[in-house]
Nanobody, 122 residues
């Protein structure tokens, strides 16, 4: 059984940085896709970044140059490093996983964490 737990969310001022973590348990798959998503009040959930088992990443245009998704395979932990945070980055952030060889920003994900709140003030 796969379980995902996010952590690292906090309240910060614009221009600050945060690193979110997603710890996975029961994760013993060779082929997978991990993603970070976010949802702000009154807005639909949006994809932020994805990474596959080979380390290939995709980031949405709005966060390119500011956010970086990465993974520590040995520890089964995935990260989202967020720099130069803006108020519009305020949202609940979720990590998700998909088992298999398909890894797309708009693809289907099988497992989801409970989320961690990121609040950016100006």
């Amino acid at each position: 059984q796969v379980q995902l737990v996010e952590s690292g969310g906090d309240s910060v001022q614009a221009g600050g940085s945060l690193r979110l973590s997603c710890a996975a348990s029961g994760f013993t798959y060779r082929n997978y896709c991990m993603g970070w998503f976010r949802q702000a009040p009154g807005k639909e959930r949006e994809s932020v970044a994805i990474i596959d088992n080979g380390g290939t990443t995709v980031h949405v245009e709005s966060v390119k140059g500011r956010f970086t998704i990465s993974q520590d395979n040995a520890k089964s932990i995935w990260y989202l490093q967020m720099n130069s945070l803006k108020p519009e980055d305020t949202a609940m952030y979720y990590c998700a996983a998909r088992i298999g060889t398909v890894c797309l920003l708009r693809g289907k994900f099988d497992y989801w964490g409970q989320g961690t709140q990121v609040t950016v003030s100006s």
